[in-house]
């Protein structure tokens, strides 16, 4: 399958090839078919099962070799994303099912098999471009519409070798392709054949069984009734019948070799396959992530560990934090002190190298080796050989030391970082060249009162008075935010980590496995990484911090820093890590009322960001599921952007030029801040799918930590402790400055 938009009737022959000899590039080639770069990375990817156009069969999608060159930044995110994700995966399976094997839980790609950590190695990798992908026919399991007889092949050459026969069991054959599989939750199918698997006692190996127990090889397929457990195969020699049972050969093997060596039986529940259409959903999920692009690469440089004094500095400058660090002679003294004066001149020369290197344009090689530097300088720090420096928040200092634990979704000082970057990049260069317009100095293409000064002032007026009530300091339509959309592997018979199996009667957790795609043919065993970028556009917002800090006083917030200190690095100073899946955070009630100030700004942003989302897909036709967040918890700030992979139709601007004013009102009207379950969407907190909840998919933190109430006041968050007051809503006219 191609992007080009070929027609389906396309010849391949040219006229000038008639009447001479037939050129190379003018052999037939197989049939295409066309579809968008998005469809194939996701619908179409490797292992999904489809149909060819016109119902002319049913094909199994391979990977094929597109290679797509990416930023350094941009690869490095995407991997970070992946570890992220892969991560989260096979806790959540280790919290469920505490004996579930990792080879079952995630692709052997994603980890470790020695410390059985998770570990993405960018050498079994290949960006790729979702320009095209292969097919082949799949499964080659047929059946005969008159008699019934099944018919399997082992590969597309023994089928080309051995062709189906015209004819069978003396009458004219019509043979169709078996459109039902068998799929299981590790990953694999497997085609609607007789033969099963069983474990040979004597070589402890998973064999497949092919024939009856009378020696018959040849089998009917009775699948005349409405349910897959009434199907049956029926042997053409005994005429015995059996249903439509598979054990997966993976998990068969894998599961009775734990047993053999001494662990826990298994239950052939957990083995067997489930047969369902190829056409059903639950036949491939494919797993797919989305980020904000950044091209300063100190988004990922700074995060590693031996940047940790380059990062104290950054935050230091961002949060306005006083920083003293020792002087190069303070340091140089030290090290020579220690008698390790040869590190110092390997130090200088690394310098020497990156400051070439700048000057002849080449920066990959000067980024190196100011790294190897930095590595350098960090192991005096870490060796004590001289002080990191003096920062005045010893709070700070720890967090950024302690952070490698922290959830990497939540962690503040990763996303305080990418904040500095964002607001460089996409707000302060962007307007430069007039990509990015605050809302209060709007320019020509966003307003028409642009060359009105009566009505700009008006329409600046309006906007500004709005804004302050909903609290806002800074709006900004951003017209290019690059989005960078990737998928990696997929999962079968559950797009979710832990699968309930139900059989009979029984129920059990079952592991459902991260799959990679398949490996590319001819790149030594590389898995593909569908990539596709788009810019959309987006609203990125700012929330007055006064207003905030009055919201925090309001409710009784414990550890509200002095005045003189920023509710920023108040934010870095106390976070206590929320964890991957924000368990603290779910409906449970706690002993004892506190509340603290990391937790109560990530609610606050969160809860106005879907807000902001629900008003922007009413009043811009923009679907609800197709908008995104970003939070910037520590900056005060969010953003939303236009999550498609599809051209950019401008909504986000027609909907300012157009109905700027509803958009506003509707954030702050209390009709918009009501719930259709009335009592019973407060009473659970204030947040539920008739209100401000929008799918998992478009949602940075699962619909946790969200709450009407934040903005409109009201019941307590469901996770805080029985005696805990009702909140005080953002939206309080009495928090007016």
Not at 286 to 312: A, C, H
Not at 390 to 402: D, G, K, N
Not at 679 to 692: E, T
Request: charge should be neutral; hydrophobic fraction near 35%; charged fraction near 25%.
């Amino acid at each position: 399958m191609s992007e080009r938009r070929d027609s389906p009737n396309e010849r391949y022959r040219r006229p000038g090839g008639f009447g001479g000899r037939r050129q190379e590039s003018d052999q037939p080639k197989p049939p295409v078919m066309a579809r968008s770069r998005t469809q194939l990375a996701t619908s179409y990817a490797p292992g999904v099962l489809f149909t060819w156009e016109g119902g002319k069969g049913i094909c199994r999608s391979v990977p094929v070799d597109r290679e797509l060159k990416l930023d350094r930044t941009t690869n490095d995110l995407i991997f970070e994303s992946m570890r992220e994700f892969i991560a989260n995966w096979r806790s959540r399976i280790a919290a469920a099912i505490p004996e579930a094997l990792d080879v079952l839980s995630i692709d052997r790609a994603f980890y470790d098999i020695h410390s059985g950590r998770v570990q993405i190695d960018p050498a079994k990798f290949r960006m790729t471009s979702p320009d095209v992908v292969g097919y082949v026919p799949y499964p080659l399991v047929y059946r005969c519409g008159t008699c019934g007889r099944v018919r399997e092949f082992q590969s597309v050459g023994e089928q080309a070798q051995f062709p189906l026969p015209k004819t069978c069991n003396g009458h004219q054959a019509r043979w169709t392709q078996v459109d039902v599989v068998y799929v299981h939750w590790s990953g694999n199918v497997e085609p609607l054949s007789p033969f099963n698997y069983n474990p040979d006692q004597a070589t402890g190996q998973v064999r497949q069984i092919r024939s009856c127990t009378c020696g018959s090889e040849r089998f009917v397929l009775r699948n005349e009734a409405p349910v897959f457990k009434e199907w049956r195969f029926v042997c053409e020699g005994c005429k015995e019948s059996r249903p439509l049972k598979k054990a997966d050969p993976e998990v068969l093997q894998q599961l009775y070799s734990e047993q053999q060596a001494g662990g826990r039986q298994f239950q052939y529940l957990e083995v067997n396959m489930m047969p369902v259409s190829y056409r059903a959903n639950s036949a491939f999920y494919p797993q797919r992530s989305s980020f904000i692009k950044f091209s300063d690469p100190s988004v990922v440089d700074l995060m590693t560990g031996d940047r940790t004094n380059e990062l104290l500095r950054t935050l230091a400058r961002i949060h306005d934090v006083p920083f003293e660090e020792p002087s190069r002679d303070e340091i140089e003294a030290a090290v020579n002190a220690a008698n390790r004066s040869g590190e110092w001149e390997e130090f200088e020369d690394f310098e020497r190298m990156a400051a070439r290197a700048t000057a002849g344009n080449r920066e990959d090689a000067a980024r190196r080796y100011r790294a190897d530097a930095d590595a350098i300088r960090e192991k005096w720090f870490s060796d004590g050989l001289v002080s990191r420096g003096r920062l005045a928040s010893p709070s700070l200092m720890q967090a950024a030391l302690s952070r490698q634990t922290w959830a990497r979704r939540y962690d503040p000082i990763r996303l305080t970082i990418q904040h500095h970057v964002f607001e460089r990049e996409h707000i302060d260069e962007a307007k430069s060249r007039h990509a990015a317009v605050d809302v209060l100095e709007p320019d020509i293409t966003l307003s028409d009162v642009v060359h009105d000064p009566t009505e700009l002032k008006r329409y600046v007026d309006e906007v500004d008075n709005l804004l302050k009530h909903t609290g806002i300091a800074r709006m900004v339509l951003i017209r290019g935010l690059p989005i960078c959309e990737f998928s990696f592997g997929y999962s079968r018979v559950s797009s979710t980590p832990v699968y309930q199996r139900e059989h009979n009667g029984q129920s059990i957790a079952v592991p459902v496995r991260l799959k990679a795609f398949d490996t590319i043919p001819n790149t030594q065993s590389k898995h593909p990484i569908y990539v596709t970028e788009q810019q959309n556009e987006a609203l990125y917002v700012k929330l007055d911090e006064g207003r905030v800090r009055r919201w925090l006083e309001r409710n009784a917030i414990v550890d509200l820093p002095a005045a003189e200190i920023g509710l920023g690095r108040a934010y870095l100073e106390t976070y206590e890590d929320f964890g991957p899946f924000l368990e603290q955070f779910k409906d449970r009630e706690r002993a004892g009322f506190q509340r603290h100030l990391a937790p109560y700004i990530y609610l606050l942003l969160h809860s106005l960001s879907h807000q902001l989302i629900h008003s922007l897909a009413e009043v811009s036709g923009l679907d609800r599921d197709g908008i995104g967040e970003h939070i910037f918890p520590a900056d005060l700030a969010f953003v939303v952007y236009r999550k498609g992979m599809t051209p950019d139709l401008g909504n986000v601007s027609a909907m300012w030029r157009n109905h700027a004013m509803e958009f506003l009102r509707r954030n702050v009207d209390q009709r918009m801040l009501r719930c259709g379950s009335g009592s019973l969407c407060d009473a659970r907190g204030g947040a539920c799918p008739a209100c401000i909840m929008v799918s998992e998919v478009s949602c940075v933190s699962s619909n946790l930590l969200l709450s009407r109430s934040s903005l409109k006041g009201g019941s307590k968050p469901e996770w805080e402790a029985g005696d805990a007051p009702d909140l005080v809503g953002y939206f309080d006219p009495d928090l007016d400055a």
